[in-house]
């Protein structure tokens, strides 16, 4: 098993672009979760699914879409970039309700110029 | 609503002396604990996790963490560092593990090892 895999693991952005960070899973978990991690914070939730097209809002949603077309894909989509976006974006996922662990991916730095 | 708090953003130990990450947490309820690791550009790992059993957990790579309810306190400790060790700690506070999206982090714990 891959584990959890994320594309690109770094990019550099314009301001007012947008692009699409990649999240796949190979567990057939039913969660899947998106955070941020800013420097010298914790990580905070952006959007979370748990399962195949559904999909709600976590901590710091503003800015972010997300969708969930089949079990193992969570794309995050950044529309209009920012420099306050300029962060490590790490996805995770877990296997479903009832059990604790998260397991994660190795990130995605974006720096948006 | 959870919280949890590190007490220190950065630790630095000698090899082969203990490390201790101190963590306390905030809960209404009876919480789920986890010490999560980082490398240096790597995803989080799951070090060890508290869920209501015993209170004394081991986790990976000879970490071991005590659930002390009176203290609020979940504390993250190694007899003797290893070089391997140095890396970022994230403690996790969940109050409702069963459900969606309730894991709150701390800001993280920087561990360096010297030789």
């Known amino acids: 098993n891959a584990g959890v895999t994320q594309t690109p693991k770094f990019r550099i952005l314009k301001i007012g672009q947008s692009m699409t960070l990649q999240c796949t899973q190979d567990?057939?978990?039913?969660?899947m979760y998106w955070y941020r991690q800013d420097p010298g914070m914790g990580l905070k939730l952006i959007y979370y699914?748990?399962?195949?097209?559904?999909?709600d809002k976590g901590e710091v949603p503003n800015g972010y879409n997300v969708s969930r077309s089949t079990t193992e894909d969570f794309p995050l989509r950044l529309e209009l970039a920012a420099p306050s976006q300029t962060s490590v974006y790490f996805c995770?996922?877990?296997?479903?309700?009832?059990?604790?662990?998260?397991?994660f991916g190795p990130g995605t730095r974006l720096t948006v110029l | 609503a959870q919280s949890v708090t590190q007490l220190d953003s950065h630790v630095s130990v000698s090899e082969g002396t203990p490390v201790l990450l101190r963590c306390n947490y905030s809960?209404?309820?009876?919480?789920?604990l986890f010490w999560y690791v980082q490398h240096p550009n790597k995803g989080l790992q799951l070090l060890l996790k508290?869920?209501?059993?015993?209170?004394l957990v081991k986790g990976i790579n000879g970490f071991e963490a005590e659930f002390k309810k009176s203290e609020t306190s979940f504390h993250l400790t190694k007899p003797s560092a290893h070089m391997s060790d140095a890396a970022e700690y994230f403690c996790?506070?969940?109050?409702?593990?069963?459900?969606?999206?309730?894991?709150?982090f701390g800001a993280g714990t920087r561990l360096t090892v010297k030789p």
């Open positions: 996790v506070v969940s109050e409702n593990w069963y459900n969606n999206n309730d894991m709150r």
């Open positions: 508290y869920t209501s059993a015993a209170t």
């Open positions: 699914s748990v399962g195949a097209g559904i999909t």
């Open positions: 567990m057939n978990h039913n969660y």
């Open positions: 995770a996922s877990k296997a479903g309700l009832g059990t604790d662990t998260q397991y």
């Open positions: 809960s209404s309820y009876s919480p789920s």
